[in-house]
T-cell receptor, first 110, second 109 residues
Framework: NAGVTQTPKFQVLKTGQSMTLQCAQD?????MYWYRQDPGMGLRLIYY???????DKGEVPNGYNVSRLNKREFSLRLESAAPSQTSVYFC?????????FGDGTRLSIL | QKEVEQNSGPLSVPEGAIASLNCTYS??????FFWYRQYSGKSPELIMS????GDKEDGRFTAQLNKASQYVSLLIRDSQPSDSATYLC?????????FGQGTRLTINP
């Protein structure tokens, strides 16, 4: 029972590079979320998807794009990485609220 | 700007005592209130949800909500060293939750 699976677990990028963070859940949840967590701060919502085919902005969407590929998968893309995007990124899923989180992706932008 | 405030701690509690974690929020129309536990270096884990005024108990955990005072709390009875973690309060609608910065709790044997 995998739950929420995120890849990769660690990544180092140079400023201006692009990358996609992958997330998949096997619990048949409608809702999926992407958060970032910075030291001393709580989680901040980047984007969420209430159901397959829909996405909506959270608190800090600038510099990110998302795709809800199907009910299982929700990806987060950084088109041109900036040092301010250095963070730990968590994907979550749930029926109506974030219930289960992935292990996180530690992303460093140099 | 919707805000959720928590004392960052650390909050130190002796083993077996009651740990009390507090959270205030600014958005009066908030409908959903959650507590998450996060061990160091790990992902958050949902431990309690509460939607109406009063107390909700689940094992050693009790969530308390007072919408008039815009205040939500989490009590942990018979605290164990395994309860040492950061506790995140989250408030809002079902989809768009605003998280507090978390309170770091240490249970001393």
């Amino acid at each position: 029972n995998a739950g929420v699976t995120q890849t990769p677990k660690f990544q180092v990028l140079k400023t201006g590079q692009s990358m996609t963070l992958q997330c998949a859940q096997d619990m048949n949840h409608n809702s999926m979320y992407w958060y970032r967590q910075d030291p001393g701060m709580g989680l901040r919502l980047i984007y969420y998807s209430a159901s397959e085919g829909t996405t909506d902005k959270g608190e800090v969407p600038n510099g990110y794009n998302v795709s809800r590929l199907n009910k299982r998968e929700f990806s987060l893309r950084l088109e041109s990485a900036a040092p301010s995007q250095t963070s730990v990124y968590f994907c979550a899923s749930g029926a109506y609220q974030p219930q289960h989180f992935g292990d996180g992706t530690r992303l460093s932008i140099l | 700007q919707k805000e959720v405030e928590q004392n960052s701690g650390p909050l130190s509690v002796p083993e077996g005592a009651i740990a009390s974690l507090n959270c205030t929020y600014s958005d009066r129309v908030s409908q959903s209130f959650f507590w998450y536990r996060q061990y160091s270096g790990k992902s958050p884990e949902l431990i309690m949800s509460i939607y109406s005024n009063g107390d909700k108990e689940d094992g050693r955990f009790t969530a308390q909500l007072n919408k008039a005072s815009q205040y939500v709390s989490l009590l942990i009875r018979d605290s164990q060293p395994s309860d040492s973690a950061t506790y995140l309060c989250a408030v809002g609608g079902a989809q768009k939750l605003v998280f507090g910065q978390g309170t770091r709790l240490t249970i001393n044997p």
